[in-house]
């Protein structure tokens, strides 16, 4: 296609007419494979005579086809470019990257970037070439040059070792040539804005370039001191004052600001990665020690020199006072640093950092036009990176703790002298904008003055006296401060009670104040009071008034924090939340709706939305574990979380995945039963395993148990949709996808037992299947806990059918190689002894479970010779077995000493619990029910716990490996091993007496002393179980009294 003719698609693309639209994008779809394509879309791009339009529309289709199809994420597809094409974009894009306006040039760049990413060095060697060149030649040039370079320096900024082997050459072909150009570009008078472009992509490379390491080059002390120099001479040099926007926004992103911030951004680098004297790498500490000799003392001057221009007034963007702080906080700790910075600290501390703690214009401006905005700033983390507030609170903090002498007393007193002139001042008069940086200086210090005497006495009259008092102010921003700092200290020992019940109190009200901020700082410090609170009294009469108002406020905003004070309420009311449970889930179900939706709307920003959404799941999760006890809950939930449920497990839930797993996970093991309704989310998960959520294999494990075990029936009878053959379409195109490693595919084994176990008897159909497929990866399994695993699954299928399975094995010609493998990997031990395979109760005791099934088999399938190796094998087994449970019984005995003698403490001292929970803890009035549903919550944490992956098998030093017993709950729970053991030997000695009495004629003495004990142990397991069932109906009949 010619260029004019794809110009006028490109056209009918902007058109206003979907239809139109919708064409263009079509034909445009059908064009983009044809040969040249992407070299007619570049000629458009950078040609003026076209509209603006078009070419943005060009160079968007440009960008997303090279990023999508230049490198294929799969390595086995092949490229949708010629190589020629590519030859040919490669040529061209350099030379027209720079003429193009910068609008354009972005798009460009990104493909840039891509190419540079995926080419070089290997398929694009001549770039590097192209650059040095190009950096001798005229300034448009040198500015493609430099454009280029910033690219390829970017590729390996975060990479290190022999990945980054690529930056020694370049910065040997390039810094010569950089230096030469910075040097003139800083000696020219009246330099233009355009200078300020060129000089910002020259330290953009250097960080790049020394971002990790520094390159060897710059180790030669006179290279690097011809670049400190430079970067030395823009740090001082003050940023030209004419062509200034007078918006701030604008004006922070003024080139010339740039440059002052890249520079500060690589001096602060070099001085905190490199410059520190304690380095571990030898070859870095001579050059920490002529960084910190000849450069750093000179920095911190010129930035305490910039500094001042806060104090005089002047302007400094945020971005460039948060960095110098840090570096005046990284110079703390170097008492060389901190004694050049000492005569001037009582300037820096209370001239400039304190008025940046305090509330200012900006701050007024945006409480009182965007309050949300206002709020989203205060919580957001990435804008402390930014934020000066928070480089001059961490100043403080640091200071204290690594410079407490003398500097806390005199800090304390500056505040304490702030808070009596404002007492003593009249209501004209008060300076509420320093109270309320004293009021954050008071908060930041929380840590340090809970620890110090003599301030540690006097917290609780600083609050009643200077704190507390604001939360009726008339000043917003006064209020919202002391809600915060009362969340700061809500944890110390109030020597009178009232003290805390006032400030509780206090920030219950400041939830309903006219002011949003002061709503949600409110909220925050609930948090710590509710932590903190001793007597859930205090808070239960409130407690439909405070969720109301939580609803209230996220239907307002998006924030994690609303979540996380929620969250704790949860947790420390437990079941006292039953009678909010439903209403609770709908309103977080609405929010989470609410911030997904906000997040898609607003993908490209950081949006809070986002975290928010997590937390709300998470909140769900916490209620749902909270009435875990109290089944027909989750009957009245359902409905609300069951479409939430449904729309997270497609590709729309990724980012929340683990979280709406988690929830299904309570909905299916705690529901009295699983409903028809819940079963259609089983296609879900089965179609994400298939096509991305591989790598959640494990979180889907649970449900997926949850649905086989306890919704058997339904499982094993309905064709439409027929579960079983889903269930093997999934698992054996895991076992058979040759490139899925051991790890990846460990679940799905750990899914046959699941189906082997709770269907006993009734999948007859899928033994052989499943042993083939278990088998086939069994022979080309590297990993010992997958080797394991495997073998655990065979044993599974013993313990179904003895007799069916064994004839699988054997058409299979793979018995003996199989049991070979079996008893040689219950041979191996580590140097301490216990056996270095199977290393968890429940995988001995479904081994034992299984060789076991075998004995009662006869002769025809299980010769006398196999018998008596099956025999002595499984009685070894149960010896370990018996061995481990007797320790784990131990250890678990020992750890409900410790946890009883925690409770007594804790009564004694009246801990947080109080009263409240005593009764539970000492063991009163407890019922069966109670126990029994605990250990139901407790089962499925360890059904989590049990599919994560396994640690490194091969340490032989390492002896406690999975010693703790992280097993899925199980029909096999029922049934003891020693009994089962001793009946199956009973069986072989009715139903055959000689094969017996040659058994046992054939043992030596060690082998007979075992069996008996083994008898012994089963007669006495025999007692203790029914002892156990007695117990239990007893309990049942005086429940039911």
Request: net charge negative; aromatic share 10%; proline share 5%.
């Amino acid at each position: 296609m010619d260029l004019q003719s794809l110009s006028i698609i490109l056209q009918a693309a902007l058109s206003p007419n979907p239809d139109e639209r919708t064409a263009a994008e079509g034909s445009l779809n059908q064009l983009q494979h044809t040969p040249q394509h992407l070299l007619r879309l570049l000629q458009i791009v950078v040609d003026g005579n076209y509209d603006m339009g078009v070419r943005q529309v060009a160079s968007i289709n440009f960008k997303n086809f090279i990023s999508k199809n230049w490198s294929p994420n799969d390595t086995t597809e092949q490229s949708q470019i010629l190589p020629s094409d590519k030859d040919l974009v490669r040529q061209n894009i350099l030379i027209f990257v720079t003429q193009v306006p910068p609008l354009l040039r972005v798009q460009l760049g990104e493909c840039l970037k891509t190419i540079i990413h995926a080419d070089y060095p290997e398929q694009w060697p001549s770039l590097l070439q192209w650059v040095k060149h190009n950096l001798q030649d005229q300034a448009q040039q040198i500015y493609g040059a430099l454009f280029v370079l910033r690219i390829l320096s970017r590729k390996y900024e975060f990479k290190s070792d022999e990945e980054r082997t690529p930056v020694s050459q370049v910065v040997d072909e390039t810094f010569p040539h950089l230096i030469n150009i910075f040097n003139g570009l800083v000696q020219l008078n009246n330099p233009s804005l355009e200078i300020a472009e060129l000089i910002k992509l020259i330290c953009k490379i250097f960080w790049s370039c020394v971002y990790l390491e520094i390159p060897k080059q710059l180790f030669d002390p006179n290279i690097f001191n011809a670049w400190m120099v430079l970067f030395l001479t823009i740090l001082e040099r003050p940023v030209p004052e004419e062509g200034q926007p007078a918006d701030p926004e604008l004006r922070k992103s003024w080139g010339w600001w740039k440059v002052k911030k890249w520079t500060v951004h690589i001096l602060n680098r070099l001085y905190t990665r490199f410059g520190d004297l304690k380095v571990h790498n030898p070859g870095n500490r001579a050059f920490a020690l002529m960084f910190h000799k000849n450069y750093a003392g000179k920095i911190l001057e010129s930035h305490l020199n910039l500094l001042n221009v806060i104090r005089s007034g002047g302007y400094l963007p945020d971005r460039v006072t948060n960095l110098i702080l840090q570096y005046l906080s990284n110079s703390l700790s170097k008492i060389s640093m901190y004694n050049l910075l000492q005569p001037k600290l009582d300037i820096v501390l209370f001239e400039i950092v304190f008025p940046l703690m305090c509330f200012n214009d900006t701050d007024e401006k945006l409480w009182e036009e965007d309050p949300h905005e206002y709020v989203r700033k205060g919580y957001d983390i990435i804008e402390d990176l930014y934020s000066p507030r928070t480089a001059a609170m961490d100043f403080v903090s640091e200071l204290v703790r690594k410079r407490d002498k003398g500097n806390l007393q005199k800090f304390v007193l500056f505040i304490v002298e702030i808070f009596r002139r404002y007492e003593e001042a009249p209501v004209e008069h008060k300076s509420y904008r320093q109270k309320d940086g004293a009021l954050l200086a008071i908060g930041t210090l929380c840590d340090k003055l809970k620890q110090t005497e003599p301030y540690k006495s006097e917290l609780e009259r600083m609050l009643v006296q200077h704190v507390f008092p604001e939360f009726k102010s008339p000043v917003g921003h006064l209020r919202a401060k002391a809600a915060w700092v009362a969340g700061q200290y809500a944890h110390i020992n109030f020597s009178v009670p009232n003290t805390f019940q006032l400030a509780l109190h206090s920030v219950v009200a400041g939830m309903r104040d006219p002011e949003l901020p002061v709503r949600v700082d409110s909220v925050f410090a609930l948090r710590s009071f509710v932590e903190a609170c001793k007597d859930l009294g205090e808070i239960r009469p409130i407690l439909p008034q405070l969720l109301d108002e939580f609803f209230k406020l996220m239907n307002e905003v998006e924030n994690e924090d609303l979540v996380f004070t929620l969250e704790t309420i949860v947790d420390k009311f437990g079941e006292e939340m039953a009678p909010y449970a439903l209403g609770l889930c709908q309103n977080l179900a609405a929010a989470f709706q609410k911030c997904m939706n906000s997040a898609e709307a607003d993908e490209e920003a950081d949006d809070p939305g986002a975290l928010a959404a997590v937390g709300c799941l998470r909140a769900i999760s916490t209620i749902l574990e909270s009435v875990s006890r109290l089944p027909d809950l989750f009957v009245q939930v359902e409905p609300t979380l069951l479409p939430l449920i449904h729309r997270m497990l497609t590709t729309d839930g990724q980012e929340v995945f683990e979280e709406v797993l988690e929830i299904l996970s309570y909905m299916t093991f705690f529901s009295p039963t699983i409903s028809i309704d819940m079963w259609t989310l089983w296609p879900l998960m089965m179609d994400a395993l298939a096509d991305w959520a591989i790598d959640f294999f494990p979180n889907i494990l649970v449900p997926l148990d949850n649905f086989i075990s306890r919704g058997t029936g339904h499982f094993l009878t309905c064709k439409n949709p027929d579960y079983q053959q889903s269930l093997w379409n999934m698992i054996s195109s895991v076992m058979g996808d040759k490139n899925l490693e051991d790890s990846d595919i460990e679940p799905a084994p750990k899914l046959i037992q699941v189906l082997f176990q709770n269907c006993r008897g009734q999948v007859d159909q899928w033994i052989e299947p499943y042993v083939k497929i278990i088998v086939e990866r069994l022979q080309r399994t590297e990993k010992q806990y997958l080797k394991c695993l495997l073998l655990e699954v065979i044993a599974d299928a013993l313990y179904y059918n003895a007799s069916l399975t064994l004839n699988i094995l054997q058409n299979f010609s793979v018995a003996t190689d199989i049991f070979n493998l079996w008893f040689l990997m219950l041979q191996q031990t580590k140097k301490s002894g216990v056996l270095a395979n199977f290393k968890r109760e429940n995988d001995k005791k479904v081994c034992c479970l299984g060789l076991t099934s075998l004995l009662v088999l006869p002769p025809g399938q299980l010769p006398g010779e196999a018998l008596d190796r099956v025999f002595k094998a499984t009685l070894d087994l149960l010896v370990a077995y018996k061995e481990q449970v007797a320790e784990s019984a131990k250890e678990a005995e020992a750890e409900d000493e410790v946890e009883d003698d925690d409770d007594m403490d804790g009564l004694q001292s009246d801990g947080e619990d109080g009263g409240e929970g005593s009764d539970r803890e000492m063991g009163l009035d407890e019922e069966d029910g109670e126990v029994f549903d605990s250990a139901r919550l407790q089962k499925l944490a360890e059904q989590a716990k049990a599919y994560r992956p396994a640690a490194d098998e091969d340490d032989e030093d390492t002896d406690d490996d999975y010693s703790d017993d992280e097993e899925m709950q199980s029909p096999i729970d029922d049934v003891d091993p020693f009994i089962f053991f001793v009946e199956s030997v009973k069986v072989l000695q009715v139903t055959d007496p000689m094969r017996f009495q040659n058994l046992m004629q054939g043992l030596d003495f060690r082998y007979q002393a075992l069996a008996n004990g083994i008898a012994q142990h089963a007669e006495q397991r025999r007692v203790e179980l029914e002892k156990e069932q007695l117990e239990k109906a007893s309990a049942s009949v005086a429940a039911a009294s």
